[in-house]
């Protein structure tokens, strides 16, 4: 496992359940934690490296004092931004999130120039664009985290529904990671099985919706984001990667051509492997998917014209 070394950025409750989740699978030999607030960072190092005792794979885990403490990462989680207050105009979050992501990527570039970025960063296929944008590296080395936390929000509402195949459930989504995404409910199954033969339409219809709403039921609830799936899809997508494991796996990356796009960052299936990307599976769509599509890639390019009206690509 020597070698395989991994930053996380941002030390809040996504970043931290991510980092235990990675520690208690052994999946990297090295964990490094930076924040914003050092304390925090180091105390969640401390808390998670000592909750590994008892793991059979032992994982380093520390704090980032400063940045230069990111050198030589093989892969570099965002989790860094702020979320939407009452008072913040939808280009206010987004200027201010960009300018973090900014920051951030700088010293990515300065010191693990090598890295591939996981993007988790809201507003998701907006922040990876920026980083694309901000860093010029190769489109397969940035990915957004968005499809493997949906997909497994789809998969929770199907197995409520069915009461089995828990584990056996395999989902599918495109387009964005918000209010235009698109489920896939005709290419989904349970232990093989189609979900056409197994749930109705119309219960369909409600998985679906409970599943954009996925989020927002539980800030309803806890009073915050969620932290535990989002964080062990994380995890998962940092394994694909360090293991070459060549899975399939709904990301948002930056199209070249491929569903008839180019210059954006949304959400399709893709091969994760040791290089980070290493095929975009092109679904064939429908005249009806394909307008959905364009809805859920018109949202984001309104997000990328809005950082670009208030110059933020210029500086």
């Given at each position: 496992?020597?070698?395989?070394?991994?930053?996380?950025?941002?030390?809040?409750?996504?970043?931290?359940?991510?980092?235990?989740?990675?520690?208690?699978?052994?999946?990297?030999?090295?964990?490094?934690?930076?924040?914003?607030?050092?304390?925090?960072?180091?105390?969640?190092?401390?808390?998670?490296?000592?909750?590994?005792?008892?793991?059979?794979?032992?994982?380093?885990?520390?704090?980032?004092?400063?940045?230069?403490?990111?050198?030589?990462?093989?892969?570099?989680?965002?989790?860094?931004?702020?979320?939407?207050?009452?008072?913040?105009?939808?280009?206010?979050?987004?200027?201010i999130n960009a300018?973090?992501?900014?920051?951030?990527?700088?010293?990515?570039?300065?010191?693990?120039?090598?890295?591939?970025?996981?993007?988790?960063?809201?507003?998701?296929?907006?922040?990876?664009?920026v980083i694309h944008?901000?860093?010029?590296?190769?489109?397969?080395?940035?990915?957004?985290?968005?499809?493997?936390?949906?997909?497994?929000?789809?998969?929770?509402?199907?197995?409520?529904?069915?009461?089995?195949?828990?584990?056996?459930?395999?989902?599918?989504?495109?387009?964005?990671?918000?209010?235009?995404?698109?489920?896939?409910?005709?290419?989904?199954?349970?232990?093989?099985?189609?979900?056409?033969?197994?749930?109705?339409?119309?219960?369909?219809?409600?998985?679906?919706?409970?599943?954009?709403?996925?989020?927002?039921?539980?800030?309803?609830?806890?009073?915050?984001?969620?932290?535990?799936?989002?964080?062990?899809?994380?995890?998962?997508?940092?394994?694909?990667?360090?293991?070459?494991?060549?899975?399939?796996?709904?990301?948002?990356?930056?199209?070249?051509?491929?569903?008839?796009?180019?210059?954006?960052?949304?959400?399709?299936?893709?091969?994760?492997?040791?290089?980070?990307?290493?095929?975009?599976i092109e679904l064939?769509?429908?005249?009806?998917?394909?307008?959905?599509?364009?809805?859920?890639?018109?949202?984001?390019?309104?997000?990328?014209?809005?950082?670009?009206?208030?110059?933020?690509?210029?500086?």
């Amino acid at each position: 496992m020597v070698g395989r070394k991994v930053g996380i950025i941002g030390a809040g409750f996504v970043g931290a359940t991510a980092a235990y989740s990675l520690a208690i699978q052994g999946t990297c030999h090295q964990i490094i934690l930076y924040d914003i607030n050092t304390d925090i960072a180091i105390g969640k190092a401390l808390d998670i490296g000592q909750s590994i005792s008892y793991s059979p794979k032992g994982t380093i885990v520390t704090a980032a004092k400063d940045a230069s403490d990111l050198k030589d990462c093989d892969i570099v989680v965002i989790t860094a931004g702020v979320p939407r207050k009452s008072e913040m105009t939808r280009a206010d979050l987004l200027m201010i999130n960009a300018k973090i992501i900014k920051d951030v990527v700088g010293n990515i570039m300065k010191y693990s120039p090598n890295a591939i970025i996981l993007c988790v960063s809201n507003p998701l296929d907006i922040m990876n664009y920026v980083i694309h944008k901000m860093t010029g590296w190769e489109r397969s080395r940035i990915i957004g985290m968005a499809g493997a936390l949906d997909g497994a929000r789809m998969a929770y509402q199907i197995n409520q529904k069915v009461g089995y195949g828990s584990g056996q459930t395999s989902t599918m989504l495109i387009g964005d990671h918000g209010q235009y995404m698109i489920p896939l409910p005709e290419i989904s199954a349970v232990g093989g099985v189609p979900l056409g033969q197994l749930i109705s339409k119309e219960d369909m219809e409600g998985i679906i919706e409970r599943t954009r709403n996925g989020g927002a039921e539980i800030v309803k609830h806890l009073g915050t984001s969620a932290y535990y799936a989002p964080g062990y899809a994380i995890s998962t997508m940092v394994a694909a990667i360090l293991d070459d494991s060549r899975i399939i796996m709904p990301s948002s990356v930056i199209l070249d051509g491929e569903y008839g796009y180019r210059d954006i960052s949304v959400g399709v299936p893709v091969v994760l492997g040791v290089r980070g990307v290493h095929k975009i599976i092109e679904l064939e769509l429908d005249a009806e998917l394909k307008e959905k599509f364009k809805a859920s890639v018109d949202s984001i390019q309104e997000g990328i014209d809005i950082l670009t009206e208030n110059g933020f690509f210029e500086s």
